[in-house]
């Protein structure tokens, strides 16, 4: 009896693991290709697809003129004619000068402007704004 209970034993133990392994396994549920079930076996819904992308606007490219051809018609002077305007008129009144205040101000501005340092625009704004 013991050589009958050590020739199964092998056998009863592979089994043991065969189960054991197989389990999770035999719970899959096995489908055809191109069938989709959810949960409770019921069919999935697959999500709608996107419409399709609208064309893209058209693109105007403007003519560039070049810079050796005659303008267009309506640009060409078609008449010559002499263009008069009035003589600009005399004024005996003396012109009007800003205040000192004024003149430093701008003056510190253009010394901003060429990049002085700030010792340099100060001097620069005094000689400018005594003028």
């Known amino acids: 009896m013991d050589a009958k209970i050590v020739s199964i034993g092998p056998w009863l133990a592979a089994a043991l693991v065969l189960l054991i392994c197989l389990g999770p396994a035999a719970a899959q549920i096995f489908q055809t290709p191109g069938t989709f079930q959810g949960p409770g076996n019921s069919p999935v819904i697959p999500y709608p697809t996107a419409p399709p992308r609208p064309a893209p606007p058209p693109v105007y490219v403007p003519q560039v003129p070049q810079m050796n051809s005659p303008p267009s018609f309506q640009l060409q002077n078609t008449k010559p004619s002499l263009v008069e305007s009035d003589p600009p008129q005399t004024s005996l009144k003396p ?30 704004a005094r000689s400018c704004a005594q003028q």
């Not at 012109?95 to 510190?108: M, P």
């Open 95 to 124: 012109q009007h000068r800003k205040s000192y205040g004024q003149r430093f101000t701008r003056c510190l501005n253009e010394g901003a402007a060429m990049g002085l340092t700030p010792n340099e625009r100060n001097s620069y």
